[in-house]
Structures are given as C-alpha cells and as structure tokens.
C-alpha cells in the first residue's frame, strides 16, 4: 500500500539575535512596524508553526518587549500565554493577555499590540472556511464573520476550548501519521468549538449571484464573494476561473450584462452597508469603513452608496 504524503507543514526557527527576530515575526504575521525592545531577561525567541492551510498552531516565546500592528484579513486567531502579557488592540477596544484567558484577534481591521517576555499559542483558521463552517451552524449562506473580542469568553466556554485545542494538538503534533481527512476533521471540530466560545455574528451576504450566471461566471461571483475583503483584481478573478480578463468580461456582459468590477464593487458596497447598519455613530466612522473596503474618494463613494441603496452612508449609520 502506497503510503501517502504528511499533509502538515512543520517551520520551526529560533535565535538571539533581535534584528531577525522582528524579521521574522513580520514576515509570519503579515505585520508592519514591529518595534522590538531588550527587557531584564536574556533575548531569545523561537517560533513553530504546524498544520495546513486551513489551520495551523503556533506557538512562540519571546523574551522581550514587542510593538507593532498586524492585520490578518484571510484568517481568523485566537491566542493565550502561558506566561508574560500584554495588551491587544491598544487604543480601542483594549484587551489583555493574561495566563488562561483565550482571545481573538480583531479580525476586521488592522490593530496594535504591546507585548512582553511571552510564552504564547496562536491558533489560526482560514477565514473562508471559518465563513462556511459558521453558516452551516446557524442555517445560513455564508457571510462575513464578526467576532467580538473585547467580549471575554465564560469560564464553561473556556474550559470546552482549551479540551478541543488539547485534543487537536495531539493530531498536529504528533509522531504518527496523519490523512487529508483527518486533518480536515480536526479543523472542523476546533472551527466549531472557536464558534461556542467567542461572541460572534454573521453579516449576511445579501448581494445574490446575478440570474442567468451559470459555469465560470457563476464561480467568479462566488469567488468574488468570499474574497472581497482583499485586493483582488479582474485579473486575480480571471485566472482563478481559468479565463483571460477579456474572456471574463466577455462571459459577464453575455450572461448578466454587467462587468466583473462593477459586480465587485456592488459587493464590497452592500459589505459597507452590513458593517454601518451594525456600527454605532458613537464608534463608527463612514469614511473608516468606506477605506476599508477599497473606497478611498469618499465623494464618489457616497454617491455610489446613494444610488444603490436610496439614502446616503451617514443616514445609514444613523438609523
């Protein structure tokens, strides 16, 4: 019998050396302008990361102080420390790190950090598939996912996530060999035990796939659905489904009669409608939202916004 590949990937790195270990820590976080300074302690760091990409765990110790902003849009974290602290989401929604609590990243927008000398776990899932696995739990398409997290979890909610992360563990790292499916399994489990313990809501995703789309037209939509909080382009929704940008735009105007941006846009509009009708004006901006989801001529936008929806982003927000 054919024995099959090991489906996780194993990074494991360590040093003493505080230049590299920013180096590295951006590069792994996707993050910018860490800010790394020497405490009482001896410098080390060591990062190791196990899994797929679908979910992976990481854990890291570092001893030192460490500021900066990550921002991680494609997946959703959550973390702990074993030992040190510090604050998460610094300026806002403030939440501290301490020993057996469990938070999740902020998962909508860019944030600060301030940590020091940390022993820290990291458990991360694509959030695609966290998307899915959430609409499957409360009967729904899937939509964007918003977790609180300056809402800290109960005491029964912790202990239950800390068993699934233990159970979980033993599959990632362990000697014996493990299948696709298996794995897979073990995501799903940890996804849903993420969900019972993190207030969470689910914006549904009220743009439709336009009637008459049907083969890669259809694909494109979806595809552009589950990714619009990203940069993509024409050209990224072309290759995906496997077509030239003209053979796209040729494939939409024959089967909806509209572009692909356009249809693109008309998401990421009604996306900026489902954040200001859940926002308040107390701690919500229209041009904050707007920015972060590519809008950047504010002008332009409101009267976009105005002639999708009938009323104007501020009344929206202020309803």
Same mark, same amino acid.
């Given at each position: 019998? $054919?024995?099959?590949? #090991?489906? !996780?990937?194993?990074?494991?790195?360590?040093? $003493?050396?505080? #230049?590299?270990? !920013?180096?590295?820590?951006?590069?792994?976080?996707?993050?910018?302008?860490?800010?790394?300074?020497?405490?009482?302690? #001896?410098?080390g760091y060591r990062f190791r990361s196990v899994g797929d990409a679908t979910m992976s765990? !990481?854990?890291?110790?570092? #001893?030192?102080r460490m500021v900066g902003e990550v921002a991680s849009p494609d997946e959703f974290v959550v973390t702990w420390v074993g030992e040190g602290g510090g604050v998460v989401d610094v300026g806002r929604d403030e939440v501290a790190l301490a020993p057996g609590r469990p938070v999740v990243f902020p998962n909508e927008r860019p944030f600060r950090f301030d940590l020091a000398d940390v022993r820290q776990n990291l458990v991360q899932i694509d959030r695609v598939f966290l998307e899915r696995v959430a609409a499957e739990v409360h009967g729904t398409e899937p939509g964007t996912l918003v977790l609180d997290h300056a809402v800290p979890p109960g005491a029964e909610a912790v202990r239950a996530w800390n068993a699934q992360v233990q159970d979980a563990a033993r599959i990632l790292f362990g000697s014996a060999p493990v299948s696709?499916?298996?794995?897979?399994?073990?995501?799903?489990?940890?996804?849903?035990?993420?969900?019972?313990?993190?207030?969470?809501?689910?914006?549904?995703?009220?743009?439709?796939?336009? $009637?008459?789309?049907?083969?890669?037209v259809r694909?494109?939509?979806?595809?552009?659905?589950?990714?619009?909080?990203?940069?993509?382009?024409? $050209?990224?929704?072309?290759?995906?489904?496997?077509?030239?940008?003209r053979g796209l735009q040729q494939a939409f105007q !024959?089967?909806?009669?509209v572009a692909p941006n356009a249809v693109l846009r008309g998401i990421r509009l009604d996306r900026v409608r489902d954040e200001?009708?859940?926002?308040?004006?107390?701690e919500t901006t229209v041009a904050s939202v707007a920015v972060q989801w590519g809008f950047a001529h504010l002008g332009r936008f409101s009267a976009a916004y105005a002639r999708r929806f009938g009323e104007y982003p501020r009344d929206t927000l202020h309803t």
């Open positions: 019998m $054919t024995e099959l590949p #090991d489906p !996780r990937t194993v990074f494991e790195t360590t040093g $003493t050396d505080l #230049d590299a270990a !920013r180096a590295m820590f951006e590069e792994a976080y996707g993050a910018s302008g860490f800010l790394p300074e020497r405490s009482e302690r #001896d410098f765990f !990481r854990s890291t110790r570092y #001893d030192a696709v499916l298996a794995l897979a399994e073990t995501a799903r489990r940890t996804a849903l035990a993420l969900l019972s313990t993190f207030p969470h809501h689910v914006v549904a995703r009220r743009f439709p796939v336009p $009637t008459g789309a049907s083969g890669r694909a494109a939509v979806e595809y552009m659905q589950a990714v619009a909080h990203t940069p993509i382009t024409t $050209t990224d929704v072309a290759e995906h489904v496997g077509l030239s940008v !024959r089967q909806i009669g200001l009708r859940a926002g308040s004006p107390a």
